[in-house]
């Protein structure tokens, strides 16, 4: 399932691979989802930051990949939406693009193994 967020062309293809991890006593499903977003028109980023909000609690960047293309683990009841900024080759930060659409991996069919 492919989703596109308004104006900032995330895109993130899910459902790849479930996975279901059991700690002692309490059971975690998670799922893989790859997204996937237009490097900017102007300017050179030599890497992006990634950042992750679940159930619109505060943004943590998860990832620093050098492509615009990042595979997240996400819990599979909860929503969840991604920005991303570029980082230039002198460390300097360009903007955070506009949040994704919100994805909730039980909302959309999926289903853990």
């Given at each position: 399932?492919?989703?596109?967020?308004?104006?900032n062309?995330?895109?993130?293809?899910?459902?790849?691979?479930?996975?279901?991890?059991?700690?002692?006593?309490?059971?975690?499903?998670?799922?893989?989802?790859?997204?996937?977003?237009?490097?900017?028109?102007?300017?050179?980023?030599?890497?992006?930051?990634?950042?992750?909000?679940?159930?619109?609690?505060?943004?943590?960047?998860?990832?620093?990949?050098?492509?615009?293309?990042?595979?997240?683990?996400l819990?599979?009841?909860?929503?969840?939406?991604?920005?991303?900024?570029?980082?230039?080759?002198?460390?300097?930060?360009?903007?955070?693009?506009?949040?994704?659409?919100?994805?909730?991996?039980?909302?959309?069919?999926?289903?853990?193994?």
């Amino acid at each position: 399932m492919t989703h596109i967020a308004n104006s900032n062309k995330i895109f993130f293809l899910c459902v790849l691979i479930f996975i279901v991890l059991a700690p002692p006593g309490i059971a975690v499903d998670l799922v893989t989802a790859n997204y996937i977003w237009d490097p900017p028109t102007v300017g050179l980023p030599v890497e992006y930051l990634v950042q992750l909000s679940t159930n619109n609690g505060p943004w943590i960047t998860v990832a620093r990949p050098n492509e615009p293309k990042v595979t997240l683990t996400l819990s599979f009841n909860d929503d969840h939406r991604v920005q991303v900024a570029g980082v230039d080759i002198q460390g300097r930060q360009g903007p955070f693009s506009l949040p994704s659409e919100t994805y909730n991996p039980s909302k959309e069919g999926a289903e853990p193994d």
